[in-house]
């Protein structure tokens, strides 16, 4: 399958802090990339959709100005935790989807990355 | 899109065949099932999907219903390695999004 690279994969930072979270698709342009959050013991829960050059779409409840998504290009996608608190520590992954909406069903499998786990003292 | 129901948990024995039900009863024409699954500490890992017929790839079998309304993931020849959270997601063909429910946490014993 397809591969989805993030980095880094583990930071610590102190309260107050931004810290920035990268995504990339390495053998495939993602046109649309996901970014989830998934607290100890939990499902994962979806935070936004991002489409390569147009604004991220969030899901109720996330802050969009505490967490900035910025797709420039159709390999990275990047999320920046603003003014980071313990209560943003948490396990964030990020997915990608290539293709178009009615693509072949190959294209429109997720893959996903294998996390960035943020602790915030 | 529809609501998955899966079991909580299951164990399997080592070289076993693993079965995992997942109930979609709600399930419209145009939706896709989806299995992933996640290792402890990584990222989802996708592993099959389909419409209406029975699926197979190198990891897995998907089995769905005449009606729909459920399907099973069977893993073959089960291994520790297979020991993990695993997600029926079911999904509309082209919709932007996958939202994961609970999962199955199936244990694979030696």
């Known amino acids: 399958g397809a591969v989805v690279s993030q980095h880094p994969s583990w930071v610590i930072c102190k309260s107050g802090t931004s810290v920035k979270i990268e995504c990339r698709s390495l053998?495939?342009?993602?046109?649309?990339m996901f970014w989830y959050r998934q607290f100890p013991k939990q499902s994962l829960m979806l935070m936004a959709t991002s489409n390569e050059g147009s604004k991220a779409t969030y899901e109720q409840g996330v802050e969009k100005d505490k967490f900035l998504i910025n797709h420039a290009s159709l390999t990275l996608s990047t999320l920046t935790v603003t003014s980071a608190h313990p209560e943003d520590s948490s396990f964030y992954i990020c997915?990608?989807?290539?293709?178009?909406?009615?693509?072949?069903?190959?294209?429109?499998?997720?893959?996903f990355g294998p996390g960035t786990r943020l602790l915030v003292l | 899109d529809a609501k998955t129901t899966q079991p909580t948990s299951m164990d399997c024995a080592e070289g076993r065949a693993a079965n995992l039900p997942c109930n979609h009863s709600t399930i419209s024409g145009n939706e896709y099932v989806y299995w992933y699954r996640q290792i402890h500490s990584q990222g989802p890992q996708y592993i099959i999907h389909?419409?209406?017929n029975n699926e197979t790839n190198e990891m897995a079998s998907l089995i769905i219903t005449e009606d729909r309304k459920s399907s099973t993931l069977i893993l073959p020849h089960a291994t520790l390695r297979d020991t993990a959270v695993y997600y029926c997601i079911v999904r509309l063909q082209g919709a932007q999004k996958l939202v994961f429910g609970q999962g199955t946490r199936l244990t694979i014993n030696p």
């Open positions: 389909g419409l209406k």
């Open positions: 053998d495939f342009q993602a046109t649309t």
């Open positions: 997915s990608a989807r290539a293709g178009l909406a009615g693509g072949s069903a190959g294209q429109e499998t997720q893959y």
